[in-house]
T-cell receptor, first 115, second 114 residues
Framework: EPEVTQTPSHQVTQMGQEVILRCVPI?????FYWYRQILGQKVEFLVS????????KSEIFDDQFSVERPDGSNFTLKIRSTKLEDSAMYFC?????????????FGPGTRLTVL | KQEVTQIPAALSVPEGENLVLNCSFT??????LQWFRQDPGKGLTSLLL?????REQTSGRLNASLDKSSGRSTLYIAASQPGDSATYLC?????????????FGTGTRLKVLA
């Protein structure tokens, strides 16, 4: 069964460094999302992406964050200058463009640790 | 602003018990509600999705109900097994035009004892 994959599984970085988290959504899906989960807290929506542009973003998704679909398969989240509070699990999700199919399929996550 | 709450926060039951997990949301204008399972250090697995026009959905030993007017959903797990041990999350999708984002609850951490 097709699944969303994410790399790396764990990323450790120094505060102020740039990180890029990578996701490969399910191949025929057209909606893409990033969520994050700080340890012990709720899963929070960051951004949704459709038709090569951001369709919605939360207040968390400030100028330090950006998303890109550089080719036909990858979907990336970049954090330009990481802060300690960016330490979290980051989940990518995708959804097909099918009427009545609302299920979002989540990847296994990337654990980001900012030191 | 939509808020999603889940109780209890943690639950420990002996194997074989039937159990109910609760989810409540403050704004009844939802498009759908989804239940997920999260294993430690892993991603989210979708269990059941209920559209706003539906009252319940079933999959195997799982049954989810939705009462939009009271802002509640329950996940019923029949004949629980140790393999059901995980954190269960509910998430609602708002009806705001153009949004597909999910708003998640805090989760119920379930432990089924052998």
């Amino acid at each position: 069964e097709p699944e969303v994959t994410q790399t790396p599984s764990h990323q450790v970085t120094q505060m102020g460094q740039e990180v890029i988290l990578r996701c490969v959504p399910i191949s025929n899906h057209l909606y893409f999302y990033w969520y994050r989960q700080i340890l012990g807290q709720k899963v929070e929506f960051l951004v949704s992406f459709y038709n090569n542009e951001i369709s919605e973003k939360s207040e968390i998704f400030d100028d330090q964050f950006s998303v890109e679909r550089p080719d036909g398969s990858n979907f990336t989240l970049k954090i330009r200058s990481t802060k300690l509070e960016d330490s979290a699990m980051y989940f990518c999700a995708s959804k097909p463009l099918l009427a009545g199919v609302d299920t979002q399929y989540f990847g296994p996550g990337t654990r980001l640790t900012v030191l | 602003k939509q808020e999603v709450t889940q109780i209890p926060a943690a639950l420990s039951v002996p194997e074989g018990e039937n159990l109910v997990l609760n989810c409540s949301f403050t704004d009844s204008a939802i498009y759908n509600l989804q239940w997920f399972r999260q294993d430690p250090g892993k991603g989210l697995t979708s269990l059941l999705l209920i559209q706003s026009s539906q009252r319940e959905q079933t999959s195997g030993r799982l049954n989810a109900s939705l009462d939009k007017s009271s802002g509640r959903s329950t996940l019923y797990i029949a004949a629980s097994q140790p393999g059901d041990s995980a954190t269960y999350l509910c998430a609602v999708r708002a009806t705001t035009s153009g949004t597909y984002k999910y708003i998640f609850g805090t989760g119920t951490r379930l432990k089924v004892l052998a």
